[in-house]
């Protein structure tokens, strides 16, 4: 073999090694840009897709039910109420009467301390339900629209009708007490202002022909307590009967001659105070 040729061989072969060494060295950028641009896509992409919109972000408006408040709200207060008449001497249901009355009053408020003296207990004691006291026979009337749960006898030897929204017995009883004849039974659906039943002999101080009825609204608990009921009306009676309250206790203030009988600074018209009562 020829000089020569050895020679050509040994500078093919370091001229080759030396672009194997260069391409090896060579690391192309263009692919890299390219495979960063894509994650980075990705990236993006998958970010956006985690992020919820403004809209998803956005609460749904959900019904909320405030078990802390009665769920009916009162169409009616068990007996008719109207401004005073000075030629019938009636207010609605209420007979004005010259009469002795054990507490000055034919309406006790929700709240309305009941003395010692004429307690069961000998100790003062908060009215827990509003106090009518007009003719025997006056008509008594449902609270709200619902269903009876219970017609008991009382202690006094009339019944109570309690409606609930549905006719089982939930935290919150609408109650009108101390009814005689009652129209009603456990079951039926009663609509707000139809008669359950009439006015109780019970007297709660009331003179002879005139007899006693109370109206509340008792949520159930250890012990159970009552809550203003004034405070619950629905706005379709709401205003007309708060007005129609206070005529009432002017009129009565007027025709006895006591202007201290009824508080002008109540919190709600009828209630003495929106505190909740035992009992």
Known sequence: MSKIYVIGVLILGVVGGFLLLKE?????????????????????????????????????SESVVNT?????????????LDD???????????????????????????????????????????????????????????????????????????????VTANGKLEKWVYETEHVMNPRVKAGDRVTAGQIVG???????????????????????????EHVCPFAYLDPSIKEETLKKISSLYSAWE????????YSESEPVVGCITLDAIEG
């Open 198 to 224: 009439e006015v109780s002999n019970f007297d709660k101080g009331a003179p002879d022909g005139y007899g006693a009825v109370e109206i509340g609204i008792v949520k159930g608990g250890n012990p159970p």
């Open 24 to 60: 090896r060295e060579y690391v192309p950028t263009l692919p890299n840009v390219e495979k960063k641009s894509e994650s980075f896509e990705v990236a993006e992409i998958k970010k956006k897709e985690e992020t919820p919109s403004v809209k998803e972000q956005s609460p749904k």
């Open 254 to 261: 007027s025709y006895v001659g006591n202007t201290s009988l």
């Open 84 to 162: 005073y008449n000075p030629a019938t001497q009636r207010a609605g249901d209420f007979q004005f009467t010259k009469a002795r009355l054990t507490f000055g009053r034919l309406f006790m408020p929700y709240g309305f301390v009941i003395p010692g003296s004429t307690s069961s207990t000998g100790r003062d004691k908060a009215n827990p339900q509003p106090t009518f006291i007009v003719p025997l026979g006056t008509p008594v009337r449902s609270l709200v629209d619902g269903i009876v749960v219970s017609t008991p006898t009382l202690w006094s030897g009339d019944v109570s009708i309690q």
């Open 68 to 80: 802390n408040t009665p769920p009916i709200l009162l169409k009616n207060i068990g007996i008719n």
